[in-house]
């Protein structure tokens, strides 16, 4: 059974710092790792796939990078604004469904 | 707006009551998932439907749990005999789906806003 795990739970920086999110999931027969925010009590908003096969997308300030031999995924989101405020989840596809983590839950203060 | 459209947002019920809530995916997108999720956690898987056939069913949390998908198009999910346990939000979502394993590596879901459900 997949089980996903992010590291930290939560993360507070002032504005301007790089910062790295974790990301781990035990079963490495992926088709894909995919990087979601939510905002309090709103939906999801997709920021970011990467296939299997690929190691790492880019969109903007943000970078996500997959070693699926290790089970590792992070985000990396250069020079933070307070507006990236939010909860950013990971979670991987095996094909039947995306399986999340918990989260981390990030505070970007100005 | 032509996102997946969830409704109600906000439902409040009493213990024992029945709920139904609707969810209307992006127009040509024939797969449709449910997951919960509650304070804290990461959203949790439920169901999916192909079009109308409901493909799995096993995660859905107890048989007062039910989803529907006539037709292929929206979709309903229903909590009968509501319990305070159930309160949670829940989320629905939508993609294109694939038949080959290789546009499986790129399926991309779409989310709702959710329906958040409190049962006092």
């Known amino acids: 059974k997949q089980e996903v795990t992010q590291i930290p739970a939560a993360l507070s920086v002032p504005e301007g710092e790089n910062l790295v999110l974790n990301c781990s999931f035990t079963?490495?027969?992926?088709?894909?790792l995919q990087w979601f925010r939510q905002d309090p009590g709103k939906g999801l908003t997709s920021l970011l796939l990467i296939q299997s096969s690929q190691r790492e997308q880019t969109s903007g300030r943000l970078n996500a990078s997959l070693d699926k031999s290790s089970g590792r995924s992070t985000l990396y989101i250069a020079a933070s604004q307070p507006g990236d405020s939010a909860t950013y989840l990971c979670?991987?596809?095996?094909?039947?469904?995306?399986?999340f983590g918990k989260g981390t839950t990030l505070s970007v203060s100005s | 707006d032509t996102g997946v459209s969830q409704d109600p947002r906000h439902k409040i019920t009493k213990r024992g009551q029945n709920v139904t809530f609707r969810c209307d995916p992006i127009s040509e997108h024939n797969r449709l998932y449910w997951y919960r999720q509650t304070l804290g956690q990461g959203p949790e898987f439920l169901t999916y439907f192909q079009n109308e056939a409901q493909l799995e069913k096993s995660r859905l949390l107890s048989d007062r749990f039910s989803a529907e998908r006539p037709k292929g198009s929206f979709s309903t999910l229903e909590i009968q005999r509501t319990e305070q346990g159930d309160s949670a939000m829940y989320l629905c979502?939508?993609?294109?789906?694939?038949?080959?394993?290789?546009?499986?590596?790129?399926?991309?879901?779409?989310f709702g806003s959710g329906t958040q459900l409190s049962v006092l």
């Open positions: 079963d490495s027969a992926i088709y894909n």
């Open positions: 979670a991987s596809n095996a094909g039947t469904a995306l399986i």
């Open positions: 979502a939508s993609s294109l789906g694939w038949t080959a394993r290789e546009a499986a590596t790129n399926e991309k879901l779409f």
